[in-house]
C-alpha cells in the first residue's frame, strides 16, 4: 500500500491497528452466523478483522486501483464489489445477503448523512450500523432534545433506531491523518418502532420543522402548513418553542394532530 496515491475525493483515510479494528468488529456485535456488508473496504484491513469473526462479508469499494490489492488477501468469506455503493439500488446490494445483515463502515464525511439516510429509510433487512464517522458527525447523531448538536440527524435516527457511541478514535490511528478526531456510533434499528407513522411523510415534517434553528415551529411549520390549522391543532406554548426543544417522542405526537 505504500505506492497507493490517496484520493481526496474519497475520503481515504485508513486504519491500522489491529486491536483498534478487531475492537469495531466487536462494538458491532458481528457473529458467526451474521452478514456483514462493509461500504469502502479501502486496503482491506477492517475487512480482514471482519472476515474473521462474520459467517460473509460483501464489502464495496469505489476505488477500483485498490482492486489489486484487495483481490490479494484472498479472504475466503468475502466478496468485493467495485462500485459506488450510494448510487446503487438498495434491491442490488441486498441481493448478496440470505437474510437480515448488519453494515460496518469506516465512512468519509461526504457520504456519511447521505448513507445513513439510504439505508433507513431504504432497507427492510438492515439491523444495524456500526460506523466510524467524524466525532462532531456522532455528536450529532446521539445528541438529544436541547442539545446544541441536536437536529434532523438526531431525530430521524431516534426515530428509526438508537444510536449509541461506542468509542472515541484519535485522528493519529489513521494514514493519512486527517484533521479530526473520530468516533464509532454503532445504530441499532427498530423499524417497528413507530410503525404507524409515514415514514416519508414525518422526514419532511422534521426537516420542516428544523428549516431554520432560530425561528419558532410556528415560523418554520407555516412554510408547509396553513397558519391558521396549525394555531387550531397546536397550542400557543407549542408553537413558540423551537424544534429543538422537542424529543422524538413529542414530535410524533405533534406529527399525529396535524394529520
Same mark, same amino acid.
Given at each position: 500500500m505504500t505506492e497507493h496515491k490517496f484520493k481526496k475525493k474519497f475520503g481515504q483515510n485508513f486504519l491500522k491497528d489491529k486491536n483498534l479494528l478487531d475492537a469495531i468488529v466487536r462494538d458491532a456485535g458481528v457473529k458467526e452466523q451474521d452478514e456483514v456488508l462493509e461500504i469502502g473496504a479501502g486496503a482491506g484491513a477492517l475487512t480482514v478483522s471482519l472476515s474473521k469473526y462474520a459467517k460473509r462479508v460483501v464489502s464495496y469499494e469505489i476505488d477500483r486501483e485498490l482492486e489489486d490489492t484487495l483481490n490479494s488477501l484472498q479472504l475466503k468469506n468475502v466478496e468485493f464489489v467495485f462500485t459506488d455503493a450510494l448510487k446503487t439500488n438498495i434491491e442490488d446490494i441486498e441481493s448478496h445477503f440470505e437474510g437480515r445483515y448488519k453494515l460496518v463502515a469506516n465512512l468519509p464525511y461526504y457520504i456519511t448523512t447521505p448513507l445513513i439516510f439510504k439505508f433507513l429509510e431504504e432497507s427492510e433487512r438492515l439491523t444495524s450500523m456500526t460506523i466510524m464517522v467524524q466525532k462532531e458527525v456522532a455528536q450529532r447523531i446521539v445528541s438529544s432534545e436541547g442539545g446544541k448538536d441536536y437536529g434532523v440527524l438526531s431525530v430521524m435516527l431516534a426515530f428509526y433506531g438508537q444510536a449509541e457511541i461506542m468509542r472515541e478514535v484519535n485522528r493519529n490511528m489513521f494514514y493519512p491523518v486527517p484533521n479530526v478526531d473520530s468516533a464509532v456510533v454503532r445504530i441499532n434499528i427498530d423499524k417497528n418502532k413507530f410503525s404507524d407513522i409515514? $415514514?416519508?411523510? !414525518?422526514? $419532511? !415534517?422534521?426537516? %420542516?420543522? !428544523? %428549516?431554520?434553528?432560530?425561528?419558532t415551529l410556528l415560523n418554520n411549520l407555516s412554510r408547509d402548513y396553513d397558519k391558521k390549522i396549525l394555531q387550531e391543532k397546536l397550542t400557543q406554548d407549542t408553537l413558540r418553542k423551537r424544534a429543538e426543544q422537542f424529543s422524538i417522542d413529542e414530535f410524533v405526537e405533534l406529527y399525529k394532530k396535524l394529520l
Open positions: 409515514d $415514514k416519508a411523510k !414525518f422526514s $419532511k !415534517f422534521i426537516k %420542516a420543522a !428544523f %428549516a431554520m434553528r432560530r425561528k
